[in-house]
């Protein structure tokens, strides 16, 4: 099995920064990819930036140039930089581990993260 602990979420004011980690234990040479999905009050999870494991990433729109998603050598940590943060970023942070055994999907607990005007 696979464990995810999620750090990093604080109050921070727009145009701050702030850096998520995402630490994984257990069987983490099952880890196929990972990624940070976020989930505002009242709306639903959405997927931020994804990482695979030839490192090819992915990011949505609303955060492109802003953020930048790595992981160290061996899945032991995956990071999410968040520059120039707007009060839309706002929600809690997922993080979220793509398997290659049973359950297929790891989920963390969570971080918040809330960006002030």
């Known amino acids: 099995q696979v464990q995810l602990v999620e750090s990093g979420g604080e109050l921070v004011r727009a145009g701050g920064s702030l850096r998520l980690s995402c630490a994984a234990s257990?069987?983490?040479?099952?880890?196929?990819?990972m990624g940070w999905y976020r989930q505002a009050p009242g709306n639903e999870r959405e997927l931020v930036a994804w990482?695979?494991?030839?490192?090819?990433?992915y990011y949505a729109d609303s955060v492109k140039g802003r953020f930048t998603i790595s992981r160290d050598n061996a899945w032991n940590t995956t990071f999410l930089q968040m520059n120039s943060l707007k009060p839309e970023d706002t929600g809690v942070y997922y993080c979220?581990?793509?398997?290659?055994?049973?359950?297929?999907?790891?989920w963390g607990q969570g971080t918040q993260v809330t960006v002030s005007s």
């Open positions: 979220k581990a793509d398997v290659l055994v049973r359950p297929y999907h790891v």
């Open positions: 257990g069987s983490i040479f099952n880890i196929n990819a």
């Open positions: 990482v695979t494991r030839a490192r090819t990433t």
